[in-house]
């Protein structure tokens, strides 16, 4: 039987406030003992009134453009009332019936083809508090941290036009690029800054309404999203094959089993018994301020990515990993206007070089050590990696021994140039020291002396590699492979 996938995502993304968004508590708790950035307003004392975070409504407003959403010209906050325990005063304060954004899209693309996403809403509420289950001897209890209680918390919600795990994946990574080039939030999966609740149904194709719904929370990165979602999906169609009920509930997504397990029915909606919050005025958003703020907004990746295909010849592929993050594309950029202009390459040239790096070496050092391109800008800036590929570019070292001097680079912080006089790394292009490799490598390697001479071409890069290794890599390889062919015709 045919199935349809169908999934939405309910996206909140903590703001990167000074402070929380009632109160003029740090926002910043990341490392602070519990319960240290508090006061009477995010503790939910009687009598103590919330103030609005007008940053935090710009934020979200600046998001809700970037999102192509409609800002609404008349806001409000509202009262959602429930009584868990990571809520001190028993009730949230969010908005229900008038977001600051609604009615907006985000395009994604997945095995080349463009798809647009519709966004519902884009609303700003307050964190709640943080609880930590703890189980010692035979009791069972949870503790309680008010640190985060009052963060702002921005609240994306999706459509439920995703027709596959690969489509969510590709619409989280783009929202996460778009927040981070917007600087409204550090948008961490793991740090818990941008967290993912997934809806997913499943419509057969001998019926014409989908399944029950089914919500999928705890999932902490986008590897969990998506296997969470492979997995329902999975599970939802053995289950409506086997004949077996689908309801309406929500599944917590368990990492170390590869699975989700049931949480709670959701048999009846929640009333949260929402109302207008009494404390806050409603907001009137000014035309002429929202159009100040869409003024402001940076280009943002789709733009930059369409610029430097225009502009510096890029081939799609890597203008779209380039502009993935504004700290990447912006290094790119800073390396392009960096290069001597002695050197007579132009733009075109010199942004496909450094294209190449970026996305070759210096990924490779990053993925190795699990940092990001700030941390790899620290100890390498442009100009520094624009001083290593002019050496190699005028042959005092070659490619090998460029890598390699990259590697010293960041975990020195010492200039190529100096690295390379220290270490005598200067790429050996005399013919006599040359040839005396050269002679070594043949004299050591007969049978691939043998087997190129016996017509097996290839055996000749096994014979420059052997050069290479003679002369720690320092050897020019394309003279080296010269002087190899000229001694085998002898």
């Given amino acids: 039987m045919d199935f349809e996938t169908i999934i939405g995502l309910e996206v909140h993304a903590q703001l990167q406030t000074r402070s929380k968004m009632f109160c003029s508590c740090s926002a910043d708790y990341a490392n602070a003992p519990p319960n240290t950035h508090v006061c009477p307003v995010c503790l939910g004392m009687p009598g103590v009134l919330p103030v609005i975070n007008q940053r935090a409504v710009e934020y979200t407003a600046m998001t809700a453009l970037a999102l192509n959403c409609t800002v609404a010209e008349y806001t409000k ?76 918390l921005m609240e994306i919600v999706g459509e439920p036009d995703l027709r596959s795990p690969q489509e969510a994946d590709a619409y989280l990574r783009k929202l996460r690029s778009i927040l981070r080039y917007l600087g409204v939030s550090t948008a961490n999966m793991e740090e818990g800054s941008f967290r993912c609740d997934a809806n997913i149904s499943l419509l057969p194709s001998d019926r014409d309404q989908p399944t029950a719904k089914v919500e999928i929370k ?33 599944r917590g997504w368990v990492e170390a089993e590869g699975k989700t397990v049931p949480q709670r029915s959701k048999e009846f909606a929640h009333d949260y018994r929402y109302f207008p919050e009494p404390d806050l005025p409603p907001l009137v958003l000014d035309h002429r ?29 890597d203008a779209t990993l380039l502009t993935a993050t504004r700290e990447m594309a912006d290094y790119e950029e800073e390396l392009v206007g960096s290069f001597p202009p002695d050197l007579g390459l132009d733009a075109v040239t010199i942004a496909k070089l450094g294209s190449n790096w970026l996305l070759g070496e210096v990924s490779r050092v990053l ?19 624009v001083e ?14 460029a890598k ?73 390889p394309q003279q080296a492979t010269e002087l190899l062919l000229q001694r085998l015709k002898e």
């Fill in 388 to 401: 290593l590929l002019v050496l190699e570019r005028k042959g005092t070292i070659n490619n090998t021994t």
């Fill in 367 to 385: 993925n190795a050590r699990n940092i990001e391109m700030p941390d790899f800008r620290q100890k390498v800036p442009p100009r520094r990696l």
């Fill in 289 to 317: 301020w929202v159009e100040q703020l869409r003024a402001r907004l940076p280009e943002l990746p789709e733009a930059r990515r369409d610029r430097f295909m225009s502009q510096y010849g890029l081939p799609r592929y």
């Fill in 77 to 152: 906050f509202d009262r959602k009332n429930y009584p868990y325990p990571d809520l001190m005063k028993g009730y949230q304060i969010s908005q229900y019936d008038a977001p600051i954004g609604h009615h907006g899209w985000l395009g994604i693309e997945v095995d080349g083809r463009e798809k647009r996403i519709g966004i519902t809403r884009v609303h700003l509420e307050e964190d709640t508090a943080r609880l930590t289950h703890r189980a010692d001897f035979a009791e069972h209890y949870s503790l309680v941290d008010v640190n985060r209680a009052g963060v702002p």
């Fill in 404 to 476: 390699a001097v990259l590697e010293q680079m960041f975990e020195s912080g010492h200039p190529a140039g100096e690295i390379v006089r220290q270490q005598g790394l200067g790429q050996i292009s005399d013919s006599s020291e040359l040839e005396e490799a050269v002679a070594q490598a043949i004299a050591a390697n007969p049978r691939a002396v043998a087997d190129y001479r016996g017509g097996k071409e290839t055996a000749i890069k096994f014979l420059v590699g052997q050069v290479m290794r003679l002369t720690r890599g320092r050897a020019n």
């Fill in 218 to 250: 705890n999932m902490n990165s986008f590897r969990a999203v998506y296997r969470a979602l492979e997995y329902e999906e999975k599970r939802q169609r053995r289950a409506y094959e086997r004949g077996e009920p689908l309801v309406q509930e929500t």
